[in-house]
């Protein structure tokens, strides 16, 4: 991937470098009333790329942060409902070791067959 995108880098590269070869005459950019620039038109082609780039760096730069900012609240999240799961285990198991202390002691003279008969009737 790397070999790929050094391949596309060194593609732009080449065609603005010839691109500014053919383009050197002056040219003008108004940019406000009575505010202009007048420069070689491959120079301007080059600061606007440039300042595309830092554009699109820091909206890149952006929505990592946003990404980052938006699994810390899923992790806080998940995690109090993880906590909140850990207790109510917590407090069923004491339920349930309640419940096991209410239940009848089993009799253990009463045979499996004596049992199963008295189900079955």
Known sequence: MRQVNFLVIFIICLALVLFGIENTEPTVIH???GVDIEAPLCVELIVVMGIGAILAWVFSVWVQVQGYMQTGQEMQKSQLRIEELERDVARYQ???????????ASQSGVKESDSNEAFAK
């Open 31 to 33: 940019i406000v009333n």
């Open 94 to 104: 004491v339920e349930l070791e309640e419940q096991q202390l209410m239940l009848p």
